[in-house]
């Protein structure tokens, strides 16, 4: 599927490192000739360890994880909004990303000179915010008057209700908020999506900590300042050391399981961010098992079966029948395909089922 999260930060916070591992990881763990779609651009596999207990159960030739897409922002400095910097590149590429993943500054280094010359998380979170907010008042400004016109003179419908989103938007940016901590009804989130606006896309933070606070983020100040912050949009926080992240992601697994031991870890931090990311996009996974391959697949949160089938083949959802499907935890529980029926436990659902995360699917179709 065609989303990707954007990593964005002041200068040396510890993005370009966070992206490095991240690309790395990728190319190592999987044998994709093109892992690196773009300069800017990374594939990276989703860790998922239903993966490896499916094959248990449900031995097959080979194992495929599903992956997705990170990208590397532009680097931002304050006044971006009015092109100051790479300003307008940072901009235009966060309009093309789905999620952001905003890594801030959370660790002391007198050999890495901060941007603004002193670690404040606070105040670099509130810089890229700032420039976000005021791209998004530009957009917000240039839409009302028009709309607001068309809503008294013609009475239609249509700019009556986005003039009323924009008059709930307005404020908020003006108060220095962003777009996501407004709560929408449906008919209001299609007009928001319509506006493209920065600040309405969902945020993961990630604070970038010392390699001494791996195992215990929150012994970092720096990581519970980030973290109450974040609680006030309602967003989530990933506490990880880009530079040793970058290393591990160079190991070969002995290596990599001795260092996880001695750092007092069970799995690289990038493992989280990556599931974080992906759950930050409202993506899903589903599963085929057996025979050639047992595979993990990709799907967008609430799609019909049918639209799921499509992601393995168009063919697939234009002649859809029916998908036999047994959940994850059935077959964990059960131990096998033929435990699962004879508890009475495989389904078979049609065209108006909504896909669920963990569910392995065999679909039924003719064409």
Known sequence: MALTAGIVGLPNVGKSTLFNAITKAGAEMANYPFATIEPNVGMVEVPDARLARIQEMVPADKIIPTTFEFTDIAGIVKGASQGEGLGNKFLDNIRQVNAIVHVVRAFDN?????????????????????????????????????????????????????????????????????VRTLTFNEEELLIVKGLFLLTSKPVLY????????????????????IQEFAATEGADVIGLSASAEEEIAQLDDDEKGDYLELAGIEEPGLNKLIR?????????????????????????????APQVAGVIHSDFERGFIRAETISFDDLDQYGSVKAVREAGRLRSEGKEYTVQDGDIIEFRFNV
């Not at 990630?206 to 300042?225: C, G, H, L």
């Not at 990311?277 to 019909?304: N, Q, V």
Request: net charge negative; aromatic share 6%; hydrophobic share 40%.
């Open 110 to 178: 007198d050999e890495i000179i901060h941007v603004n010359g002193v670690v404040n998380p606070l105040d670099d979170i509130d810089t890229i915010n700032t420039e976000l907010i005021l791209a998004d008042l530009e957009t917000i400004d240039k839409r009302f008057s028009r709309v607001e016109k068309q809503a008294k003179n013609a009475k239609d419908k249509d700019a009556i209700a986005e003039l009323a989103v924009l008059e709930k938007i307005k404020p908020t940016l003006e108060s220095g908020k962003s």
């Open 206 to 225: 990630v604070a970038n900590i010392s390699e001494d606070d791996m195992s215990n983020p929150e012994a970092s100040d720096y990581f519970k300042t």
């Open 276 to 304: 974080a990311a992906y759950h930050l996009l409202d993506l899903r996974t589903f599963f085929t098992a057996g025979g050639k391959e047992t595979r993990a697949w990709t799907f967008k949160a609430g799609m019909k």
